[in-house]
C-alpha cells in the first residue's frame, strides 16, 4: 500500500508511524487517561483496513483524520487533543514555507500528484518543471493574498473547484478564438518583429504555427484557428506559380497553352498545401511554449465559412491533407507511426457534405477514416449549432467552451478575436449529499454555492480588470485578439458580451441518483436533472443583468479536479453507493461511463443538456476499433448531424515501444493496490516504453493520469 506524502511524493505505507505517533501523544496525559497498548494496535489495524478499503493512495492528512476519528471512537478525549495539538502546531511550521518542499520534489520528479496532474505535460522536463514551480508559487500568493478565504475553504473543501490557480497571480484569461484572419490580411507582429501579410500558402502556415505558440504563452487555456483564414493563400501561391511556369516555358524556348501553365502550377500548388499542413502538424506538435508543452490548439474545419466557389474548393484541398497527413500519424522516437495529441480537429457536418452523393462527401468518408484510426475529428453539425445559436456555427475555444453570440457595431456576428475569462465549477454532488436528500434544502444549498460561484468568478474577473496591453502584445495589440494601443486597458473587452465568463458544473448524473435513487437517464429523473441545469441557467442570466458580463454554463471537462473531487466527497460523507464510492465522478452532465447504453440513446439523451450549457459542452460514444467499419462511423456521423451540436468518438490507439505491439494497452491494479498501464503482448508496464492516447476530458491524453481518472478511463462501456 502507498501513501501520498505532503511534498506530493508517494511511498510506502508504514503502520509503525501510526502506532508511534499515537504512543507519543498518549504519554503526554495522565496515566488514567491513557491508551493501553492494545487499544493502540486496534486503532493502527483500524486506520489500515479503511485505508486499504478506500482502494487509492491516501494522503498524510486523510490518514491523520482517520487517526484522529478512531482515538475518539475510543472515547480517549486527552489523547485526541495532544494529537491534533501536535498536528496544529507543525502545520504552522509548515505554513511559514509552504512551497518550498513541494518545489523541491518537483525537482526531483518524486512528486506523484503532479506526474499525472496534466495529461499532456511530461513533469521530468526542465521547461514543464519551471512552469510547475511557477505555478506553486503563484498557488501559495493566491491562496494567501488574491481570494477570499471562504473561496479557499470551498475550493479545498471540494465544494468548488477554482479553475487554473497555478496562473491566477497573473493577469491572463482562460482560452479564446484566434482572429487569424486579421494576423495574415493586416499583418502581425512576433517578438517584436514586424510580420506582412504572407506572399504565398506555405509562409502564411509558419506565421500561424508561429503565432500560435506566441498565443499559447500568453494564456493558460486552448486556442482555435479556422482553415478558412488560411485558405485565401493558396489563391495566392497559384497566381505566383502560374508567372513562374510561365516564365520557365519561356526561358526554355517552348511552346506552351494556357491549360499547361494551370496544370504545372496547380501541381506545384497542391506540393505546397502538403508543405504547409506538414509544417502546421509537425510545428504544433514540437514546439514547446512557456508553459512546457505542444499548444492545446483545435483547427476549425469548415466549408460553409468560406463562400462557394475557387475559396471554398482551396478550403476542402486543405481540409483533405489535414486529414489524410492524421490518419498516417506522426512518428515517434522509434519512428513508429502514432496517434498525436494536437492539433485537435473540428470537422462540420452540413448538407454539402453528410449525404453521400453530395459534393464534399468524399472529405467526410475520409474523416470517417481519421477518426477510426486517430479519434479525429470531433464533430459539429452545423444544422443543430445553428438552431442553437440563433443562426451560427462557429468553433468552440480549445476542446469545449463555446462563445455566446455577439454582435459589433454593425450588428454582424463576431466570434473571432474573442476569449473566456476564466471558470469556477460547482461540484454538484456535494450540494446533494449536504442535503440529506431533503429537496427544499438541496435547492437552498444550490442558491447559497452559487452565491459562492459568483463571487470567485467576480474575483478573475476583477483580476483581469485594468490589465494592460502590454502584458501580451501578440493578443491584445497585435490582432490575435484585438488592436489596442500601447498601455490601453483590456477592459472594454471585459463587458457586453465580448467576452464570457463561466459557471462551471460537474457530477449531474451522482447528483440526481443521490436524490432521487436513479440514473439521470431514467424518465422518472431526467425532468429533475433539467430542472437542475436550468436553475444553473437562470443564475448566469441574472448575474449577467446584473455585472453587464457575459457569465455563461460550462460543462467542466475535469481532468486531475475528478480525483480530488471524489476524495473530498469521501471524506465528507463517506462511501455512497453509486454516488461517492468511485474515485472520480462524471464530467458535466454526461451518462455515468459504467452505465450500459447504445451510441445513438446517448448522443440523443445528452443532446438536451448541451442546449442547456450554452457556455461549453461536448458528447462523446465509446466505441472498439472501427476500422474495418467506417460504414458504422459514419451512420455515427450522420446521427450527429440531425441530433447534437458537439460530438466524439472514443477509439484506442496504443503502441509498446518494447514489444511492437499495436492495440489497447490495459490498465490493471499491482500488488500495491494502484493502477498501472500494461501491455497485454509483452506485460511491459514501463510508461516511458509505450504510447498511450485517451480521450481524457475533450482534448486526446498522452501523458497518463492520475488514479481517479485512470479508474474512470479503465470503467468505460463500450457504446457500440
Same mark, same amino acid.
Given at each position: 500500500?502507498?501513501?501520498?506524502?505532503?511534498s506530493?511524493?508517494?511511498v510506502?505505507f508504514?503502520e509503525?508511524?501510526?502506532s508511534a505517533?499515537?504512543t507519543?501523544?498518549n504519554y503526554? %496525559?495522565?496515566v488514567?487517561?491513557? $491508551?493501553?497498548? !492494545? =487499544? *493502540?494496535? #486496534?486503532?493502527t @489495524?483500524?486506520?489500515v483496513n479503511i485505508?486499504?478499503?478506500?482502494?487509492?493512495?491516501?494522503? %498524510?492528512?486523510e490518514?491523520?483524520? $482517520?487517526?484522529? !476519528? =478512531? *482515538?475518539? #471512537?475510543?472515547? @480517549?478525549?486527552?489523547v485526541?487533543?495532544?494529537?491534533i495539538t501536535y498536528?496544529?502546531n507543525?502545520?504552522?511550521i509548515?505554513?511559514?514555507?509552504?512551497?518550498?518542499?513541494q518545489?523541491l520534489s518537483?525537482?526531483e520528479?518524486?512528486?506523484?500528484e503532479?506526474?499525472?496532474?496534466?495529461?499532456?505535460?511530461?513533469?521530468?522536463v526542465?521547461?514543464?518543471?519551471?512552469?510547475?514551480?511557477?505555478g506553486?508559487v503563484?498557488?501559495?500568493i493566491?491562496k494567501?493574498?488574491l481570494?477570499p478565504?471562504?473561496v479557499?475553504?470551498?475550493?479545498e473543501q471540494?465544494?468548488?473547484?477554482?479553475?487554473?490557480?497555478d496562473?491566477?497571480?497573473q493577469?491572463?484569461?482562460?482560452?479564446?478564438l484566434?482572429?487569424?484572419?486579421?494576423m495574415?490580411?493586416n499583418?502581425?507582429?512576433?517578438?517584436?518583429?514586424l510580420?506582412d501579410p504572407?506572399k504565398?500558402?506555405?509562409?502564411a502556415?509558419?506565421?500561424?504555427t508561429?503565432?500560435?505558440?506566441?498565443i499559447a504563452s500568453s494564456q493558460?487555456?486552448?486556442?482555435?484557428?479556422?482553415?478558412?483564414?488560411?485558405?485565401?493563400?493558396?489563391?495566392?501561391?497559384r497566381?505566383?506559380y502560374r508567372?513562374?511556369v510561365e516564365?520557365e516555358f519561356?526561358?526554355?524556348?517552348?511552346?506552351y497553352?494556357?491549360?499547361?501553365v494551370?496544370?504545372v502550377?496547380?501541381?506545384r500548388?497542391?506540393?505546397?498545401?502538403?508543405?504547409g499542413?506538414?509544417m502546421?502538424?509537425?510545428?504544433v506538435?514540437?514546439?514547446?511554449?512557456?508553459?512546457?508543452?505542444?499548444?492545446f490548439?483545435?483547427?476549425?474545419m469548415y466549408?460553409?465559412?468560406?463562400?462557394?466557389?475557387?475559396?471554398?474548393?482551396?478550403?476542402a484541398?486543405i481540409?483533405?491533407e489535414i486529414l489524410?497527413?492524421?490518419?498516417q500519424?506522426?512518428?515517434?522516437?522509434?519512428?513508429?507511426?502514432?496517434?498525436?495529441?494536437f492539433?485537435?480537429?473540428l470537422?462540420v457536418?452540413?448538407e454539402n457534405n453528410?449525404h453521400e452523393?453530395?459534393?464534399?462527401?468524399?472529405?467526410t468518408?475520409?474523416?470517417?477514416k481519421?477518426?477510426?484510426?486517430?479519434?479525429?475529428?470531433d464533430?459539429?453539425?452545423?444544422?443543430i449549432?445553428?438552431?442553437?445559436k440563433?443562426?451560427?456555427?462557429?468553433?468552440?475555444m480549445g476542446?469545449?467552451?463555446?462563445?455566446?453570440?455577439?454582435?459589433d457595431?454593425?450588428?454582424?456576428?463576431?466570434?473571432?478575436?474573442?476569449f473566456?475569462?476564466?471558470v469556477?465549477t460547482?461540484n454538484l454532488?456535494?450540494v446533494?449529499?449536504s442535503?440529506?436528500?431533503?429537496?427544499?434544502?438541496f435547492?437552498k444549498?444550490?442558491?447559497?454555492r452559487?452565491?459562492?460561484c459568483?463571487?470567485?468568478?467576480m474575483c478573475?474577473?476583477?483580476?483581469?480588470?485594468g490589465t494592460?496591453?502590454?502584458?501580451?502584445?501578440?493578443?491584445?495589440?497585435?490582432?490575435?485578439?484585438a488592436?489596442?494601443?500601447?498601455?490601453?486597458k483590456?477592459d472594454?473587452?471585459?463587458?457586453?458580451g465580448?467576452?464570457?465568463?463561466s459557471l462551471g458544473y460537474?457530477?449531474?448524473?451522482e447528483?440526481v441518483?443521490?436524490?432521487?435513487?436513479k440514473s439521470h437517464?431514467?424518465?422518472?429523473?431526467s425532468?429533475?436533472?433539467?430542472k437542475?441545469m436550468?436553475?444553473l441557467?437562470?443564475?448566469?442570466?441574472?448575474?449577467?443583468e446584473?455585472?453587464?458580463?457575459?457569465?455563461?454554463?460550462?460543462g467542466?471537462p475535469?481532468?486531475?479536479?475528478?480525483y480530488?473531487?471524489?476524495k473530498?466527497?469521501?471524506?465528507?460523507?463517506?462511501?455512497?453507493?453509486g454516488?461517492?464510492?468511485?474515485?472520480?465522478?462524471t464530467n458535466s452532465y454526461?451518462?455515468h461511463?459504467?452505465?450500459?447504453?447504445?451510441?445513438?440513446?446517448k448522443?440523443?439523451f445528452?443532446?438536451?443538456f448541451?442546449?442547456l450549457?450554452?457556455g461549453?459542452?461536448?458528447?462523446?460514444v465509446?466505441v472498439?476499433?472501427?476500422e474495418?467499419?467506417?460504414p458504422a462511423?459514419?451512420e455515427?456521423?450522420?446521427?450527429i448531424?440531425?441530433?447534437?451540436m458537439?460530438a466524439?468518438?472514443?477509439?484506442?490507439?496504443?503502441y509498446?515501444?518494447?514489444?511492437?505491439?499495436?492495440?489497447q494497452i490495459q490498465?490493471?491494479t499491482d500488488?500495491h493496490?494502484?493502477l498501472?498501464w500494461k501491455?497485454?503482448?509483452?506485460g511491459?508496464t514501463?510508461?516511458n516504453?509505450m504510447?498511450?492516447a485517451?480521450?481524457?476530458?475533450?482534448y486526446?491524453?498522452?501523458q497518463y493520469w492520475?488514479?481517479g481518472r485512470t479508474?474512470?478511463?479503465k470503467?468505460?462501456?463500450?457504446?457500440?
Amino acid at each position: 500500500m502507498k501513501i501520498i506524502k505532503r511534498s506530493g511524493s508517494e511511498v510506502s505505507f508504514d503502520e509503525k508511524k501510526i502506532s508511534a505517533a499515537i504512543t507519543k501523544a498518549n504519554y503526554e %496525559v495522565p496515566v488514567k487517561e491513557r $491508551l493501553s497498548k !492494545e =487499544q *493502540i494496535t #486496534d486503532i493502527t @489495524a483500524a486506520v489500515v483496513n479503511i485505508c486499504l478499503d478506500v482502494n487509492r493512495s491516501l494522503n %498524510v492528512e486523510e490518514i491523520q483524520d $482517520l487517526v484522529e !476519528e =478512531q *482515538i475518539m #471512537d475510543k472515547r @480517549a478525549f486527552s489523547v485526541a487533543r495532544k494529537y491534533i495539538t501536535y498536528r496544529y502546531n507543525r502545520a504552522l511550521i509548515r505554513k511559514s514555507n509552504s512551497t518550498d518542499k513541494q518545489i523541491l520534489s518537483l525537482l526531483e520528479c518524486n512528486n506523484e500528484e503532479v506526474k499525472q496532474e496534466n495529461s499532456n505535460k511530461n513533469p521530468t522536463v526542465n521547461s514543464v518543471q519551471r512552469d510547475y514551480m511557477a505555478g506553486e508559487v503563484s498557488k501559495d500568493i493566491t491562496k494567501r493574498f488574491l481570494l477570499p478565504s471562504e473561496v479557499i475553504r470551498a475550493h479545498e473543501q471540494g465544494i468548488i473547484h477554482f479553475h487554473d490557480s497555478d496562473y491566477f497571480a497573473q493577469h491572463m484569461h482562460n482560452c479564446c478564438l484566434v482572429n487569424l484572419e486579421d494576423m495574415l490580411q493586416n499583418g502581425t507582429v512576433i517578438s517584436e518583429t514586424l510580420i506582412d501579410p504572407p506572399k504565398s500558402f506555405s509562409t502564411a502556415c509558419n506565421i500561424a504555427t508561429q503565432s500560435i505558440a506566441q498565443i499559447a504563452s500568453s494564456q493558460y487555456g486552448g486556442q482555435s484557428i479556422s482553415l478558412t483564414h488560411l485558405a485565401p493563400f493558396v489563391d495566392v501561391s497559384r497566381q505566383k506559380y502560374r508567372r513562374q511556369v510561365e516564365e520557365e516555358f519561356k526561358k526554355a524556348g517552348l511552346e506552351y497553352t494556357s491549360q499547361q501553365v494551370d496544370r504545372v502550377a496547380e501541381l506545384r500548388v497542391l506540393n505546397e498545401i502538403k508543405c504547409g499542413v506538414q509544417m502546421i502538424q509537425y510545428q504544433v506538435i514540437t514546439l514547446m511554449t512557456t508553459n512546457g508543452q505542444a499548444p492545446f490548439v483545435s483547427v476549425f474545419m469548415y466549408l460553409n465559412e468560406a463562400p462557394e466557389g475557387r475559396l471554398r474548393d482551396d478550403l476542402a484541398l486543405i481540409m483533405e491533407e489535414i486529414l489524410r497527413q492524421r490518419i498516417q500519424g506522426v512518428k515517434n522516437e522509434k519512428g513508429v507511426y502514432i496517434t498525436p495529441a494536437f492539433p485537435k480537429l473540428l470537422y462540420v457536418l452540413e448538407e454539402n457534405n453528410i449525404h453521400e452523393g453530395s459534393k464534399y462527401w468524399y472529405l467526410t468518408e475520409l474523416a470517417a477514416k481519421c477518426t477510426a484510426k486517430r479519434m479525429v475529428p470531433d464533430y459539429i453539425s452545423e444544422k443543430i449549432m445553428k438552431e442553437l445559436k440563433q443562426g451560427n456555427c462557429y468553433p468552440c475555444m480549445g476542446c469545449r467552451s463555446f462563445l455566446t453570440v455577439y454582435r459589433d457595431e454593425e450588428d454582424r456576428p463576431k466570434f473571432y478575436g474573442r476569449f473566456n475569462q476564466g471558470v469556477v465549477t460547482l461540484n454538484l454532488v456535494d450540494v446533494a449529499c449536504s442535503s440529506d436528500r431533503d429537496e427544499e434544502l438541496f435547492w437552498k444549498i444550490l442558491d447559497k454555492r452559487l452565491a459562492l460561484c459568483k463571487k470567485a468568478l467576480m474575483c478573475r474577473h476583477n483580476r483581469l480588470k485594468g490589465t494592460p496591453s502590454d502584458v501580451a502584445p501578440i493578443l491584445w495589440q497585435y490582432g490575435a485578439l484585438a488592436r489596442l494601443k500601447k498601455g490601453e486597458k483590456i477592459d472594454k473587452l471585459l463587458y457586453n458580451g465580448y467576452s464570457t465568463i463561466s459557471l462551471g458544473y460537474a457530477g449531474l448524473c451522482e447528483c440526481v441518483r443521490y436524490m432521487t435513487g436513479k440514473s439521470h437517464t431514467d424518465p422518472e429523473a431526467s425532468p429533475f436533472a433539467l430542472k437542475i441545469m436550468q436553475r444553473l441557467n437562470d443564475a448566469c442570466s441574472q448575474w449577467r443583468e446584473e455585472e453587464n458580463i457575459d457569465f455563461s454554463l460550462y460543462g467542466t471537462p475535469l481532468e486531475s479536479t475528478t480525483y480530488k473531487f471524489a476524495k473530498c466527497l469521501q471524506k465528507r460523507f463517506g462511501k455512497i453507493e453509486g454516488v461517492t464510492d468511485k474515485n472520480y465522478i462524471t464530467n458535466s452532465y454526461h451518462v455515468h461511463v459504467t452505465e450500459e447504453i447504445n451510441a445513438f440513446d446517448k448522443l440523443k439523451f445528452e443532446a438536451q443538456f448541451q442546449k442547456l450549457s450554452p457556455g461549453g459542452a461536448v458528447s462523446y460514444v465509446e466505441v472498439p476499433n472501427m476500422e474495418n467499419n467506417i460504414p458504422a462511423v459514419l451512420e455515427v456521423m450522420k446521427f450527429i448531424y440531425d441530433n447534437i451540436m458537439y460530438a466524439e468518438l472514443n477509439t484506442k490507439s496504443d503502441y509498446c515501444q518494447v514489444c511492437d505491439y499495436n492495440g489497447q494497452i490495459q490498465i490493471e491494479t499491482d500488488r500495491h493496490g494502484k493502477l498501472i498501464w500494461k501491455c497485454p503482448n509483452c506485460g511491459n508496464t514501463d510508461q516511458n516504453k509505450m504510447n498511450v492516447a485517451r480521450r481524457t476530458c475533450g482534448y486526446i491524453g498522452t501523458q497518463y493520469w492520475n488514479q481517479g481518472r485512470t479508474q474512470e478511463i479503465k470503467e468505460r462501456v463500450l457504446h457500440l
